[in-house]
């Protein structure tokens, strides 16, 4: 067992370190690692936990067949991390839609120092990753024993309204989706709007937001830019659009433009806006 995880660690090290790192040379290497671990899913997903360091922020990584690894050899949205890094200051507030693992969360929080008071509200509807958030979380406690004060963690999918929704995961906790009915693989989650869980949270601001909600982008923003002041629009947003097909308004991004944002970055799969006016 250990010198299968001393494996492991080789091959993630080894795969931090190819600048070309990508496409099927990466989807090989994970593949060999999933093969290493071999994890049977009748037992504790812990087993197939591997601990790592990601561009200098302490990570753990879920080998499960369920959990999306891709983050792993360093590259995975640098560009979109280092905008929102670029744009925290002291006092900041991070909204994290979609928080997953927490991978957006980890790499902001660890930025935080004892006289930085910034916080972090990370939204993410399923229970299983709300719990590997905070197992993120505990690896920068030694570095930021405050930590679990300047990151709130809240378990709803964001939406209209308050209500029961479903979560189908029959794609895998990364590419889970927001269904009105239930499936076979689906769960029962909380909704709630943007502007009532930042009202919730005494929010007065947002510096900075990030959302990845599968296609229900449009659904999770377009309520809280119509009935929120313009004192609590997000200065700086991260908004991926690789699942714009799914959007109710297929004109999502130029009303995020009408209402004063400002394209910064685009890259593959999201798009870095800053608002102007």
């Known amino acids: 067992m250990i010198k299968k995880y001393k494996l492991v660690s080789f091959l993630i090290y080894f795969g931090q370190r190819l600048f070309f790192i990508r496409g099927i040379v990466k989807r090989s290497l994970i593949t060999t690692i999933h093969n290493l671990i071999n994890y049977d899913s009748s037992k504790d997903p812990i087993e197939s936990r591997v601990g790592t360091v990601v561009d200098r922020v302490p990570?753990?990584?879920?080998?499960?067949?369920?959990?999306?690894?891709?983050?792993?050899?360093?590259?995975?949205?640098?560009?979109?991390?280092?905008?929102?890094?670029?744009?925290?200051?002291?006092?900041?507030?991070?909204?994290?839609?979609?928080?997953?693992?927490?991978?957006?969360?980890?790499?902001?929080?660890?930025?935080?120092?004892?006289?930085?008071?910034?916080?972090?509200?990370?939204?993410?509807?399923?229970?299983?990753?709300?719990?590997?958030?905070?197992?993120?979380?505990?690896?920068?406690?030694?570095?930021?024993?405050?930590?679990?004060?300047?990151?709130?963690?809240?378990?709803?999918?964001?939406?209209?309204?308050?209500?029961?929704?479903?979560?189908?995961?029959?794609?895998?906790?990364?590419?889970?989706?927001?269904?009105?009915?239930?499936?076979?693989?689906?769960?029962?989650?909380?909704?709630?709007?943007?502007?009532?869980?930042?009202?919730?949270?005494?929010?007065?601001?947002?510096?900075?937001?990030?959302?990845?909600?599968?296609?229900?982008?449009?659904?999770?923003?377009?309520?809280f830019f119509e009935n929120a002041p313009l004192s609590l629009f997000p200065k700086n947003m991260v908004i991926e659009y690789t699942s714009q097909n799914e959007w109710e308004d297929k004109n999502f991004i130029n009303y995020l433009f009408d209402k004063g944002y400002k394209e910064i970055i685009r890259t593959r799969g999201n798009l870095c806006l800053s608002l102007t006016s």
């Not at 029961?164 to 709630?192: T, W």
């Open 59 to 223: 990570f753990y990584f879920y080998f499960d067949g369920m959990s999306e690894t891709k983050q792993l050899f360093g590259s995975y949205n640098k560009k979109e991390i280092n905008f929102l890094k670029k744009n925290t200051v002291s006092k900041s507030i991070f909204i994290d839609i979609g928080a997953n693992i927490g991978f957006y969360t980890q790499n902001i929080a660890s930025t935080f120092t004892k006289s930085n008071f910034s916080r972090i509200i990370a939204i993410e509807p399923n229970p299983i990753l709300v719990d590997r958030i905070k197992d993120n979380l505990s690896l920068l406690h030694n570095n930021i024993p405050e930590i679990a004060n300047k990151v709130i963690i809240e378990n709803y999918a964001i939406g209209l309204e308050k209500k029961e929704i479903y979560l189908d995961l029959s794609e895998g906790y990364g590419n889970a989706r927001v269904e009105n009915s239930e499936n076979s693989e689906a769960i029962k989650i909380n909704m709630i709007s943007l502007l009532e869980l930042v009202q919730k949270n005494k929010v007065k601001y947002i510096t900075n937001l990030k959302i990845d909600v599968e296609g229900y982008e449009d659904r999770a923003l377009k309520p």
